[in-house]
């Protein structure tokens, strides 16, 4: 006959208990990371690691990696915390596992408190959104030198700016001639100048939040940013704007910045742990 086996007398004993809890608390303590969370600032997972995210780049997300947003409020004299959990497209199951984990050690450190939510790129909640003037989907991952933009070695990037009214969508496209739309807005980011490229079919919402966005670039490089607006209809053809792309086929994916998702229309997930 096999033996019977006690679960009670494995390791699995002591789960969900308070000594567990207390363990895990104390080790959430000891994460140098979390230092920061109970001044509202946001840390973001790069390397399998967290590291406070630069208040200059909130609501800038690469879609290679996860994030954790953490907002404390107060309500009734008691303060309250949202954790919400954000995927990229691209971010690894390994990497967004490890935010996962780290999530559920932050809720631990607050003692349950936070209400957690799960968010999927390009299927944002309301409460997510309302955090931040824009998002704005960044190909790839983070670098290394995320704090500062060294002109010499800043990399160009084109963003789109595509939608009506509040429902305004900004991300990464190909550096291409034939990424552009001619009904929308694009950004051409070149480090230490911007130009923004208005379609003829651009309608005025798009054009706005690019302006409102060449402002923020401007402000989040302390003013060392020079910007200029252009007409497709009457922009030269020989201008910057235009030599500075490429001739090369735009990435598919670029028309689609929401991942295997076709709208943005699809429901919302929102997981409460």
């Known amino acids: ?18 000594l567990d809890r207390q363990v895990k608390k104390e080790s959430a303590e000891k994460e140098r990371a979390w230092a920061p969370v109970l ?37 009734q004299d008691k303060l309250c915390y949202d954790v919400h959990f ?9 990497e967004y596992g490890t935010a996962a984990y780290k999530t ?12 957690q939510h799960r968010e999927v790129q390009g299927h944002e909640s309301r409460l997510m ?20 933009v060294k002109t010499r070695e800043y990399k160009p990037r084109l963003l ?10 900004v991300w990464e496209v190909s550096k291409s001639r ?16 911007a130009i923004q490229w208005n ?8 054009r706005f939040k690019a302006a409102q966005y060449l402002q923020g670039l401007k402000s989040e490089r302390n003013g060392r940013l020079s910007c200029e607006v252009i007409e497709e209809d009457s922009a030269d053809p020989n201008h910057e704007f235009y030599s500075s792309l490429t001739e090369e086929e735009a990435d598919p994916a670029d028309s689609n910045p929401f991942g295997s998702q076709q709208s943005r229309s699809g429901q919302k997930r929102m997981l409460r742990r």
Request: negative net charge; charged residues 30%; glycine residues 8%.
């Open 39 to 75: 001044e509202n600032r946001r840390p973001q997972l790069y390397n399998f690691k967290v590291v406070e995210w630069p208040k200059e780049l909130y609501g800038k997300f690469y879609s290679g990696d996860s994030y954790i947003i953490l907002n404390a409020y107060m309500e």
């Open 199 to 206: 379609s003829s079919g651009a309608n005025k919402n798009e």
């Open 86 to 94: 954000w995927i990229g497209k691209e971010s690894t199951a390994d």
């Open 1 to 18: 006959k096999a033996k019977q086996y006690d679960w009670k007398d494995s390791n699995l004993a002591l789960f969900g208990s308070d």
């Open 104 to 115: 559920v050690e932050l809720d631990t450190l607050l003692d349950d408190l936070p209400v």
């Open 160 to 169: 789109h700016f595509k939608g009506e009214r509040q429902n305004i969508v």
């Open 178 to 193: 034939k990424s552009l739309d001619n009904t929308d807005v694009y950004i051409l980011d070149l480090g230490d100048r």
């Open 129 to 148: 959104r309302s955090y931040f003037p824009e998002i704005t989907y960044l190909a790839g991952g983070c670098p290394s030198g995320f704090r500062s």
